[in-house]
């Protein structure tokens, strides 16, 4: 008998606690962040942000474990086979005690060389390798702990689970570490709080997984052709897990070893602002890619295409209108948040911004890449990219300083990236005829979103208050400026004035795609 999972139901109690946690992750530790910098000081965010970017490294070991288990899960339970989903998870357990004691011991054999990481002095009343040692703790028992069972929950869609875990705990969490900056003033207790909560984390999820599954344990053993299936399913997830760590964290590493524990905490500050966008904009796509999948599966090639232009032209508009919002209130929110002497110049700001467009648009297309399943196909582009980024780093951070490093990342999204997507797409999902037709839209609203952004901040460059007006005015100036560029240039536009009936269809309960 198939067993058939409350979709819906869960699907909403997933978005729901899903949401309040990735905002509950962008307040708390922008909180935090303060809190450090003026309890602890600028070396310690950095020492934070090192620490975190190596054990990223580390956790490549992962290679996609995850994913593959949880796929390997939804047949055994649709066919409510429970004898192989205990052999699952006891495949997994294993799994994950290997990839944790492979974390100790590189982590361990990577101890001598810690040192050369960080240009420049460390806090003189912190011994470095106590706290790595710390955070390298608590990373290896994210996979000894109990770490297999959170598989059960996602492939059963009950990810609300660990979201109301997590979220209960990380209160705990972050109203200690609060605590103990603000009268101790000491980065050990910080440390240990962080790591007895990840203990509890993972003790309390599996207590509850017990409780809701209490038929499922790590018992019996696989086929060897389903054995060799999972494997082969993680060698192809590893190309992708390994280009997303070495493109998000080699920057990090880069600017610590070549410029200091300062500079990385700001440029860290800097980065906080535009990745807590990017969290948002990927609601927006998540909440996408299912109706744009069914989509590409039911309606013809033509009709696809005729979505992907609408849905470009919406997502560019966002990100035109954000875009120059950032450039024109990055440098008040900075000046509010962490102090003058804690800024980087203008120049700087123009980099960072260029950077979260280029972002947030590879994010679009990659949504149509990732709703059409052509991951297969696509596998080298985003090591590719990462690669390229890392060389560039290497090759600028000595001659252009904090500038090599942004313009390293944005040259591998805008010349690798963005082209080889529009090649992958064009060539598998949507007739290619239209291809020149798309780069000609998408480059158009790019020049547009430009022109949003030298027009508000030239406008913005008029108002001298202090820091609350200018951010407001800021505010308003640059949220118009754009919204008017974009409804004089498109406004008799056909694509244009259709994706404006596509957001009433959507406000009015339309489905997604729905004919207009």
Request: net charge positive; glycine share 6%; hydrophobic share 50%.
């Amino acid at each position: 008998m198939l067993v058939k999972i409350e979709r819906t139901k869960n699907a909403a109690r997933n978005i729901l606690f899903d949401g309040m946690l990735k905002m509950f992750n962008i307040v708390l530790p922008f909180i935090m962040r303060t809190v450090m910098l003026h309890y602890l000081g600028v070396q310690y965010l950095g020492l934070n942000g090192l620490f975190k970017s190596v054990l990223s490294f580390l956790n490549l070991a992962e290679l996609g474990v995850g994913s593959a288990m949880v796929f390997s899960m939804y047949k055994p339970i649709a066919d409510d086979d429970t004898q192989s989903i205990c052999a699952l998870l006891k495949l997994y357990r294993t799994f994950y005690r290997v990839i944790g004691l492979f974390i100790a011991v590189v982590g361990l054999a990577i101890t001598p060389f810690l040192r050369n990481l960080i240009n420049g002095e460390i806090p003189p009343d912190m011994n470095l390798y106590v706290l790595y040692f710390m955070n390298l703790g608590s990373t290896v028992l994210t996979y000894w702990l109990f770490a297999y069972k959170r598989s059960l929950l996602d492939a059963h869609q009950r990810m609300d689970i660990i979201s109301k875990v997590s979220l209960c705990i990380q209160l705990i969490e972050y109203t200690l570490k609060f605590i103990s900056l603000i009268i101790f003033r000491n980065y050990y207790v910080f440390l240990a709080i962080q790591f007895l909560a990840q203990v509890a984390i993972n003790v309390l999820t599996a207590v509850r997984v017990k409780k809701l599954y209490p038929q499922y344990s790590p018992q019996g053993s696989l086929p060897r052709e389903k054995v060799v299936d999972i494997v082969c399913r993680v060698r192809d997830l590893f190309t992708s897990k390994l280009s997303s760590v070495v493109f998000n964290y080699a920057d990090t590493l880069v600017i610590s070893a070549f410029m200091g524990l300062a500079a990385l905490a700001i440029y860290q500050n800097y980065y906080f602002v535009i990745m807590s966008l990017r969290n948002f904009l990927e609601v927006i796509i998540g909440a996408c890619i299912a109706g744009i999948g069914n989509s590409l599966v039911t309606e013809s090639e033509e009709k696809n295409y005729k979505d992907l232009s609408r849905l470009t032209m919406l997502f560019c508009w966002l990100m035109g209108v954000s875009t120059a919002m950032l450039l024109c209130m990055y440098q008040p929110f900075m000046l509010l948040w962490m102090g003058e002497e804690n800024m980087l110049s203008f120049h700087y700001v123009i980099c960072f911004t260029i950077y979260y467009y280029s972002m947030g648009v590879n994010k679009l297309i990659n949504m149509f890449k990732d709703a059409a399943g052509i991951w297969r196909k696509d596998r080298w582009r985003p090591l590719t990219a990462a690669v390229v980024n890392l060389g560039l780093n290497l090759a600028t951070v000595q001659w252009l300083g904090l500038y090599g490093v942004l313009l390293s990342s944005v040259i591998s999204i805008v010349v690798v990236q963005i082209p080889w997507l529009f090649h992958n797409l064009f060539q598998e999902v949507f007739p290619r005829k239209y291809l020149w037709q798309y780069v000609r839209i998408f480059c158009l609203l790019a020049a547009t979103a430009l022109l949003s952004c030298v027009g508000s901040w030239f406008a913005c460059s008029f108002i001298h208050l202090s820091v609350w007006p200018t951010l407001i005015i800021n505010a308003c100036i640059s949220f118009l400026i754009p919204n008017i560029l974009f409804f004089a240039i498109y406004g008799r536009n056909t694509i244009f004035r259709e994706s404006i009936a596509h957001i009433k269809g959507i406000l009015i309960g339309k489905r997604l795609g729905k004919k207009g």
